[in-house]
């Protein structure tokens, strides 16, 4: 599957179940361990956790290996690894503290732009 492809997939997956603020960063010209970052807002660790499974299952019924999940057990912040796009599931506290965006310091397009 094309790395777009996946990135659609995963954006696809993550409005199913009512992901917030969903933010896509191209990253390819920063890193070559991936070619997206995706950031979401979980209502909850309850709602965290949904989206971390949903993401894994349809990733799953469509044949892409997950490299990685992390932060299951505690919920604030959920990390889907599916190689070139890399997925944060991160409650809202947790997300203002950290600032992804920022951390990469490129201006984030809309999951719809790209």
Not at 55 to 81: C, F, P, Q
Not at 82 to 111: A, C
Request: net charge negative.
């Amino acid at each position: 599957m094309e790395t777009k492809q996946i990135l659609d997939l995963a954006v696809n997956a993550l409005e199913d179940i009512k992901a917030e603020n969903i933010t896509v960063m191209n990253v390819e010209h920063l890193t070559e361990l991936m070619s997206y970052v995706v950031v979401c807002t979980a209502n909850s660790g309850t709602h965290a956790k949904a989206l971390a499974s949903h993401l894994e299952l349809t990733a799953k019924r469509n044949m892409l290996t997950i490299l990685g999940v992390e932060g299951e057990a505690k919920s604030d912040w959920v990390l889907v690894d599916l190689g070139d796009v890399v997925v944060h599931i991160m409650r809202e506290e947790t997300r203002q503290f950290y600032q992804l965006e920022k951390l990469w310091d490129i201006k984030p397009n809309s999951p719809k732009a790209l």
